[in-house]
């Protein structure tokens, strides 16, 4: 008896021959084998793959990921393919385009907000990050499928893509069965309640005009709080000013040179923001305000000090400037 495992429900060709005590091989015979689904067999996710996610990008510099799964199992009257993505400080900052992907019936993407979701106790609640979903609503055995979209990060930290692929054993008892089998990433758990495969890029801040360069030194200024303060300074010609603070991680922060709150310049600023640490650029604004004067808002990565820095556009702005500055509330 000769067994053999198949990888799908399909029709399958066998060659066989016969051979003698003599050694003689007779004619190959073709005999069509039709392998069929058992009934009631559960469906079996396989996360096949996930790509296109670097591990650093700037400001504004979109990148395409596409994940890719099949069953390997029993058809699923509603399988899919799950993505979620924020920073990792909570924010939802960042633009996502599709999902795109063919062979799903539904292709659907849900900003932070949005409700109702369901948890993976299949229970109604908000969505918390953005969530992505490709959704067949008969995944068949040996069906591959891939869902591909755009992510575009708006400011510097650490962004989380999240990943998995979930198939319904049966709907209406709420029975699914989850996969993250790939070996890339690190186990998490999503926003439902589901294992996660987690993927981290690290997005930097892009110079937003000129050439960015970390000062040399700074002057410390009252740290802020979440009343606008001002600090008052004059620059030189090709010249900056360089203010330290010290900020709490995940809490937001606005400087100003305009809009309002005792911000004021006389020339065109530009308004850069460095991890005191590192000189890492943290965020960056030209003409954030009213005649081209700046405003930054950023999230603090990390506990630590850091530099904000003023300086005109060029050589050719300088003058008085007002900083307003505050802890978001």
Not at 203 to 211: F, I, K, M, N
Not at 262 to 281: K, N, P, Q
Not at 302 to 309: C, F, G, N, S
């Amino acid at each position: 008896m000769l067994t053999h495992s198949y990888p799908a429900a399909n029709t399958y060709t066998v060659t066989f021959w016969a051979v003698d005590e003599e050694g003689t091989t007779s004619e190959p015979r073709a005999l069509q084998i039709a392998v069929v689904e058992q009934p009631g067999a559960e469906p079996d996710p396989d996360l096949v793959s996930v790509s296109g996610i670097p591990s650093s990008v700037q400001v504004g510099q979109q990148f395409t990921v596409t994940i890719t799964a099949r069953n390997d199992g029993g058809s699923s009257p509603e399988g899919a393919i799950n993505a979620s993505v924020r920073y990792s400080d909570g924010s939802d900052n960042v633009n996502v385009t599709g999902p795109t992907g063919s062979g799903f019936d539904q292709l659907l993407n849900r900003p932070a907000g949005y409700y109702p979701i369901y948890n993976s106790n299949c229970d109604p609640m908000t969505a918390q990050d953005r969530l992505l979903e490709a959704v067949d609503a008969n995944w068949t055995n040996g069906e591959q499928h891939s869902m591909s979209f755009t992510v575009t990060p708006q400011q510097a930290g650490t962004l989380w893509v999240r990943v998995r692929t979930t198939m319904a054993a049966d709907v209406p008892s709420c029975d699914y069965i989850n996969d993250t089998s790939v070996p890339e990433g690190v186990s998490d758990t999503d926003q439902q309640g589901w294992a996660v495969r987690r993927f981290a890029v690290t997005v930097a801040a892009s110079c937003c005009a000129g050439t960015c360069t970390c000062p040399e030194f700074a002057s410390p200024i009252p740290n802020p709080t979440t009343t606008w303060q001002t600090h008052t300074d004059w620059i030189p010609s090709g010249g900056w000013d360089s203010s330290v603070v010290n900020l709490e991680a995940g809490r937001a922060y606005t400087f100003k040179t305009g809009c309002g709150n005792g911000a004021t310049a006389e020339f065109d600023t530009v308004i850069e923001v460095y991890d005191w640490t590192s000189c890492a650029l943290v965020a960056c604004n030209d003409d954030g305000c009213e005649s081209y004067r700046s405003s930054v808002t950023f999230t603090a990565p990390a506990t630590r000090q850091y530099v904000v820095k003023v300086r005109g556009y060029d050589a050719s702005e300088y003058g008085s400037f007002t900083l307003s500055y505050r802890r978001n509330p």
